[in-house]
Structure formats: C-alpha cells, structure tokens
C-alpha cells in the first residue's frame, strides 16, 4: 500500500481509536439486522476524525468484514443468481466510483457527500413504493449502486427496498444483498490501493475495526433469528430513517 503526500494522515488518539471500534460493531450489528445502514452511520463517525475520503476507504475495509460476516453467517439463504445480476453493473459501478475518489478534491468530496445526505432524507420521505425489477434494470440498480459505493462508501438505503422488492425477506434478504456488497468493497480496495488511496495508516485503522465488525454481524444475526418478518420490516425502515439523520448531521460537522 503506497503513501503518498496527498492522503497521507496520522494515526487517530487511542480515545478516537475506542470510538471508533464501538462504532463498527454496533453499525455493524445494525446491518446484520436491518441489512444496511451501518456503512452510512460508521462513515458518519469517521469523516469527523479521517477527514472524508480516508473515511470512505476505512468504511470500505471494515464493510469487507461485516459484509463477510453476514455472507457467511447467513450463507444457506443466499440467492446466488440475484447476486450475479445485480454484480454485473455493480462491479463496474463500483471500479468507476472508486476511481472518480481518488480523482476528486477532499473539499469537494465533502461538499458531494453532504449533498447526498440531503437527498437521502428527502427520497426517504417521498419516494415511492419500490417495484419488481427485471433483470435488466437491476443490473442498471446495481451499477449506479456501485458508482455511489465507490464515491461516498455506501448507498445501501437507497437500494434495500428494491432487493426487499425481489420477494426476499430476513437471512436471504441479509444475506444476498450482503454478498452483492463483498463483490463491490473488493473491487474498490483493489482501485483504492492501485491510486495509492489506500495507505498504510488507512489501511491499519480498516483493520483494527475488522474484529468488532465481524463480531457485530454475529450479534446483529443472533437478534434477527429471533424477529418476526412484521418486525423486520419495521427494523428496516426505522433504520432508513436513521442513517439518513445520522449522516446528515456527521457531514454537516
């Protein structure tokens, strides 16, 4: 992993250091329940003490490993052809996002990041009911998933329903979507360490979340056995809401 002048950052206190760790496993136990949300609200803890772009290639790492969990945790459920459609536009998507970050100025990132906070909430708010995709439009979902992804760290929100919409539910809803994720965080760390964005002090700060990530996304799926599908569905959209307000308020400090 190279460093270089323009990404280079110190090493958090060990007090921002704990934060942060609480951070990935309880965001990371919200995704294990709710299925998205946690990489919006982990970004949101991290912009304040990385800055916007190490933030988004630190989410990234610790996204690998509760997206990882989750796949694994909930591997008996997954819709393997569902992933494979959604990953031919998210791969690419994701390849393109990660290169338009390294190319992009920190305040402007900042200043993108904040607007798509804004529209978050307001999509929240009014968007319609999510339909039936054919194939052909879901792998279009999946490459503007993956652009998002690459550029802010995590759109999940924004396309939960529609996976919710292809008639999956619980362990297969989590699970599915969770996999489609893993393909598109590898894809990015591989642009992330090619641009020399991903650093020695990214990459180290990725990796001391990765045991509270994965450790959440054991608790989140010991919770959500235990959910009636009303209740999940519930869980879900309260988490919309959340990560919205959350990161609304973290991009705005």
Not at 42 to 67: E, Y
Not at 95 to 121: E, K, M, N, S, Y
């Amino acid at each position: 992993m190279a460093v270089t002048a323009g990404v280079a950052m110190a090493l958090p206190s060990a007090s921002q250091a704990a934060l942060l760790v609480a951070a990935a496993f309880g965001t990371s136990m919200l995704s294990a329940v709710a299925g998205f949300g946690g990489g919006m609200l982990l970004l949101a803890a991290c912009i304040a003490a990385l800055g916007p772009r190490n933030a988004v290639v630190v989410v990234t790492i610790a996204q690998l490993a509760s997206n990882g969990g989750r796949v694994w945790f909930n591997r008996t459920e997954i819709h393997g052809r569902l992933v494979g459609v959604f990953s031919l536009g998210a791969i690419p998507g994701a390849a393109a996002g990660a290169l338009l970050l390294t190319a992009t100025p920190t305040d402007t990132l900042a200043r993108i990041i904040g607007g798509f906070l804004l529209v978050l909430v307001l999509w929240r708010r009014f968007h319609p009911a999510a339909v039936h995709m054919p194939d052909a439009v879901f792998v279009a979902m999946g490459a503007a998933s993956g652009l998002g992804s690459g550029l802010l760290g995590s759109v999940g929100p924004l396309v939960a329903e529609f996976f919710l919409a292809r008639g999956l539910a619980r362990s297969a809803y989590i699970g599915t979507d969770a996999a489609a994720n893993l393909l598109m965080h590898i894809t990015k760390l591989v642009i992330y360490s090619t641009a020399a964005v991903l650093t020695h002090a990214t990459g180290l700060i990725g990796l001391v979340l990765v045991p509270a990530s994965f450790a959440g996304s054991r608790t989140g799926k010991q919770i959500v056995d235990r959910l009636p599908p009303g209740v999940f569905v519930i869980v879900v959209e309260l988490a919309l809401v959340a990560a919205g307000v959350a990161l609304l308020i973290g991009g705005s400090s």
